[in-house]
């Protein structure tokens, strides 16, 4: 193999370490490519020429309703018609609000992601906007994001993504470049956190990773398969036991088997729980397939498609409910668990074998807490990974004895308190207050490390205009004053709401 194709299979390992702040901020500019010439063509006629191949021996679409694809990120030449058989699978007519490309970081280590803000990406097809003020916003309002200099500088893996969006979706598009510094599971789960809203039908999600790195020919296809069958099952824990468990086979030459484990896992824990999810593998390769490679050392590609299939089963829809005897289960277990943290500090076990899917399934919730009809607690959560009867257990404990506003309800208490729950569906990103239902809505309002919600219910309890429930929550609740909300990210969700 040439040594130039060589420098295009194997990649730059060696990281630069960094500290990961904004200090090391370069001039406000526009991102130059850093592959072009490396990994594809720098001649915007040959890299045309070369994407329509690629395009043309591609898997085709067979999903109008893909919401995130892996792809690799190697060189043209070795992984670019896997590449293109993923980015195939995007509806090339569809507007999307924004198309975020993660990657994990080949040159430099720092703490939790960096996100390009500081122009937009060039290509040799031409430039391409990235969405700044969401860029901003998502810095501004996540710790674990941040702008580091180095990430962007000499990375590839988000790069050699574009030039396959520019020349498959026909109309215009905003991308969120983020590069991920940190080795760090608990990142991840930080990370998804924060994207988590963003992850629905009006965003694409294109996560670069090639599998796996220099095992024989033979080698490299059943890790890859091994790879590639975990991630497909929805469940980060699955990948990273077979990650954990390849470590310790002793393949030759195996250096990793997913280069970039950190953004699938991310992505993973974005969907994990969500039955309406499904990944399908869409093509498979490795670099001894290509006539540049050999079979000792080969490098693996997977495209996966993942879509959602009709209304999820694990989350809430718009509209869901549930049957009398499971709104009886779940009160019981918030009763049972209150009782049992007062008095014996305490949490119940509860064997959930014969529980329906929808007391199984992954949502948000609150807990609200009444006596003699006044609040006397309430506390929840918008998202979860685990299931909804654990999150009950938990809020349950939380508005009973960590809500600020109150002192810690005691025993004597707890047979004078009214339970309420309130299933959350996922959140809904609104750019303006007439998307708002009174009633139907509960509102989720955030501006930097200030943020604040009422659910539903409370619009019809209080008998506020839209202005009163939007300017109350902003003010008493976000701390962001009355007028707050007008500078600040909207969302709305829906709940299911029962009580005792």
Known sequence: MGSFFRFILIMGLTLTFNNGGSSQEGPKTDRKPYAAGKFYPANPDSLRAQLSELFRNAKAGTSRNLQAVICPHAGYVFSGTVAASGINQADPDKVYDNVFIIGSSHQASFMGASIYNKGDYVTPLGKVAVNITLANELIKSNPVFSYVYDADLNEHSLEVQVPFLQYHLKKPFKIVPIVIGSQSTQTCKRIAQALKPYFNGNNLFVISSDFSHYPPYNDAKSTDKATCDAIITNNPDALMKVIEGYEKKNIPNLVTNLCGWTSV???????????????????????????????????????????????????????????????????????????????????????????????????????????????????????????????????????????????????????????????????????????????????????????????????????????????HCARDKAGLGWDGWKDAELYTYEACVFGE
């Not at 390769?285 to 495209?303: A, F, I, T």
């Not at 004597?412 to 009633?439: C, Q």
Request: with cysteine; net charge neutral.
């Open 265 to 471: 896992l991310t992505l993973l824990y974005m969907t994990a729980g969500d039955a309406g999810i499904k990944y399908t593998p869409v093509q498979y390769m490795n670099s001894g397939d290509s006539k540049y490679g050999d079979h000792s050392q080969c490098v693996g590609y997977w495209s996966i498609g993942i879509t959602r299939n009709g209304a999820s089963a694990s989350t809430p829809a718009p509209g869901f409910s549930f049957t009398k005897e499971e709104q009886k289960t779940l009160l019981g277990i918030a009763r049972a668990t209150i009782i049992m943290y007062i008095n014996q500090h305490k949490t119940p076990e509860v064997d959930d074998k014969n529980f329906s899917p929808g007391l199984k399934m992954h949502s948000g919730a609150f807990v609200t807490l009444k006596e003699k009809g006044e609040l006397r607690g309430c506390i929840g959560r918008f998202t979860a990974d685990i299931p909804l009867w654990k999150v009950i257990q938990e809020m349950a404990i939380a508005s009973s004895t960590q809500d600020s506003r109150f002192m810690p309800v005691t025993a004597k208490e707890i047979d004078k308190l009214e339970i309420e729950i309130s299933v959350l569906s996922p959140m809904k990103r609104i750019y303006s207050a007439d998307e708002i239902v009174l009633g139907k809505h509960g509102i989720y309002i955030k501006k930097g490390y200030y943020s604040g919600t009422f659910l539903p219910q409370v619009a019809t309890e209080t008998g506020w205009s839209k202005d009163e429930f939007l300017g």
